[in-house]
């Protein structure tokens, strides 16, 4: 069974940083393509960030939004996937989600990833 929990949302101050950790269960971080995706109040849920599996050199690609500000990493020792968020702003608020995904070449989309996270909040203040 393959489990995803999330952990390190909170409130932070925009400007500010955060880390947020999903831990996995049931199976090797470095096998999936890990994502993570983020849903706002009144809005659908998106594509924030992933890091491919470790055979395929582990590349990383980001939402446009994202890009330059949050960095996606994984620790094969801990099986963790990680999401360094740096300079948060308010509308980077939203219930952030962990997700695993088999070899896919649709990446970005939800409908790719195979088993989620329940989720974990981050409210960026401004």
């Known amino acids: 069974q393959v489990q995803l929990v999330e952990s390190g949302g909170g409130l932070v101050q925009a400007g500010g940083s955060l880390r947020l950790s999903c831990a996995a269960s049931?199976?090797?971080?470095?096998?999936?393509?890990m994502g993570w995706f983020r849903q706002a109040p009144g809005k659908e849920r998106e594509f924030v960030a992933c890091i491919s599996q470790s055979w395929t050199g582990s590349f990383t690609v980001y939402a446009d939004s994202v890009k330059g500000r949050f960095i996606i990493s994984r620790d094969n020792n801990k099986n963790t996937v990680n999401l360094q968020m740096n300079s948060p702003k308010p509308e980077d608020t939203a219930v952030y989600y962990c997700a695993a995904a088999g070899p896919t070449a649709y990446y970005t989309r939800q409908s790719a990833y195979n088993y989620w996270g329940q989720g974990t909040q981050v409210t960026v203040s401004s």
């Open positions: 049931g199976h090797t971080v470095g096998n999936y393509i």
